[in-house]
């Protein structure tokens, strides 16, 4: 696209981490969630659900607005196989955190851009490589940080990180909810000027 005229961008997500990645890139854009039924499939792989999900909710916000270019995003992670979504509870987060001690967990942050005819839709790994905590510590954590709306039950821009023992991927800013670099990629093969 080659015109001077851009359409709005809608961000089809609810999550406020989201919505602060892209404020990053200094571009005008809307909130709409997509509220979609985010139910697994029967032996749904992680980055297939991510997938789905990022395309399901760009593709509700594209069908009401289609003038909008839209953005979704999803994320699932996993250890060992095991997926790890939003915890939503205290009890929750602890089984989460305690199953991911002194392993890696892969999130599979997934990222659909869609505008009329135009779609481009990624899947951007991260993993996390955890060091061995005690349950003690883990309780500390979630008191201090509550990560209950966190896939993983952990936030990395915040005292998560001291549960690290290193991380590893193409984008970081993937393993908060939106990888950026992608999104970027896509923006501009779309004609946004970035920067």
Request: glycine letters at 6%.
């Amino acid at each position: 696209m080659t015109s001077n005229k851009r359409p709005n961008i809608i961000l089809a997500s609810q999550s406020p981490y989201r919505s602060q990645l892209l404020q990053r890139l200094g571009l005008p854009f809307d909130v709409a969630p997509a509220h979609i039924d985010e139910t697994p499939k029967e032996n749904e792989a992680p980055e297939d659900l991510s997938l789905r999900l990022a395309s399901q909710k760009a593709r509700t916000i594209a069908q009401r607005q289609p003038e909008a270019l839209v953005i979704g995003s999803d994320q699932v992670a996993e250890v060992a196989g095991q997926p790890l979504g939003k915890p939503g509870t205290e009890a929750r987060a602890l089984e989460q955190l305690m199953m991911a001690s002194g392993k890696t967990a892969t999130f599979h942050t997934a990222l659909s851009v869609q505008c009329g005819h135009f779609q481009r839709e990624a899947v951007v790994p991260y993993s996390v490589h955890f060091r061995p905590f005690s349950e003690a510590e883990a309780q500390r954590y979630i008191q201090k940080e509550k990560p209950l709306d966190c896939a993983g039950s952990f936030k990395a821009e915040g005292l998560g990180i001291s549960l690290f023992l290193a991380q590893s991927g193409e984008d970081p800013n993937a393993l908060i909810g939106l990888p950026l670099i992608k999104l970027c990629e896509y923006l501009r093969e779309y004609g946004y000027q970035i920067p």
